[in-house]
């Protein structure tokens, strides 16, 4: 969208080498029990029917990947640090509006916390620990009733690569993905129909990909899905 400011904030992808593989060394971004009324799992991160429909639009510099797991919970809802780490970024460039956060971690992981309801009270360079409160959760659509959620992504310190949070989490989510409530279909593609339609086997995206759902039988069709 913007290559020359792209070019200048980013750095060259890390190797996978570099970065920790999951185990479960991460905790929930919320405290207390999920419910109605606190907080619950949304679109899952991945292959979702929602990404493949923006796929070429707001997804297409994420390989057509929902980069990130939603958790829908009122406005207000205080959002915690998933892990020990520093803060590198109060409303940088990462989208997710309007407001963000990202935290380093050991490993050469970063969390990037968004649609804050406002901009976090956090200096860059502070250190957080794991379940510390790190901002309120906000509404993508700024009005606290259309889409209230917190958009939970887990990138390399490059911000190039993301991961699917759920194996680096500790948590039930079989549970969670049970009671969650909008936008947890996965699209398909009917030539391989049980490619990434688990919550739990979704495919890392890398910045800039190339679409990894331009399927050849996608279902459900969405404008733009036909070949
Ligand atoms: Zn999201």
Not at 58 to 81: E, K
Not at 162 to 173: E, Q, R, S, T
């Amino acid at each position: 969208m913007f290559p020359s400011l792209a070019a200048a904030h980013y750095a060259p992808a890390l190797p996978l080498s570099a970065i920790a593989q999951p185990s479960r060394q991460f905790g929930l971004p919320f405290a207390g029990a999920p419910g109605p009324d606190s907080w619950l799992l949304g679109q899952g991160y991945g292959n979702t029917t929602g990404a493949y429909r923006q796929r070429r639009s707001t997804y297409g510099n994420l390989q057509g990947i929902h980069a990130g797991l939603d958790f829908s919970a009122p406005c207000g809802t205080p959002v915690r640090a998933i892990g020990d780490g520093t803060v590198a970024e109060v409303d940088g460039p990462h989208g997710s509006l309007p407001h963000n956060v990202v935290i380093d971690h050991a490993g050469n992981l970063s969390s990037l916390y968004g649609h804050l309801l406002k901009r976090a009270p956090l200096r860059i360079g502070q250190k957080v620990t794991r379940g510390q409160v790190i901002g309120q959760s906000g509404d993508s659509q700024g009005t606290c009733i259309s889409a209230p959620h917190l958009h939970l992504e887990l990138r390399d310190r490059a911000h190039q690569r993301f991961f699917n949070p759920l194996p680096y989490i500790a948590a039930d989510w079989d549970t969670l993905a049970l009671a969650g409530s909008f936008g947890r279909g996965y699209e398909y593609d009917l030539s391989a129909p049980r490619k990434w339609q688990s919550p739990d086997s979704q495919p890392a995206a890398l910045r800039g990909g190339r679409l990894l759902n331009e399927f050849a039988r996608p279902w459900p069709i969405a404008p733009g899905g036909a070949r």
